[in-house]
């Protein structure tokens, strides 16, 4: 039984924040995997790639990394898509693989695909 909730917690869904998002990351794939948003075809992407900040070879510094994910996270929040994003990476049973990045189309809220389309 629903007492009372705060309307607002029903229609604007918590925010994404980058430690969270580096949280689900770890704790999917036990790696902080690079997240790159791509534009294709007038949709837009959500991409995990294959390239981890734990490699070796990856060409970010752990402060370059996070830098990145918190602007990527205020392009999602700015989005509308916290929610799908982190229902999506808590569920998918697929992972990265060389050369082959996973795939998120966001389902962006009505007016707000052509803010952020060019």
Known sequence: MLLWSAPSAMTSPEPLRREELLELL???WQASYDLQ?????????LHVMWGYLEQQSFP?????YEAHLEELVGSLNGLGVASQVRQWLRTTNDRPRLGKALSLPLELPAGRASEFML
């Open 60 to 64: 970010l510094t752990r402060e370059a």
């Open 37 to 45: 948003l791509v534009q294709r075809r007038g949709r837009l992407y």
């Open 26 to 28: 770890r704790s999917r």
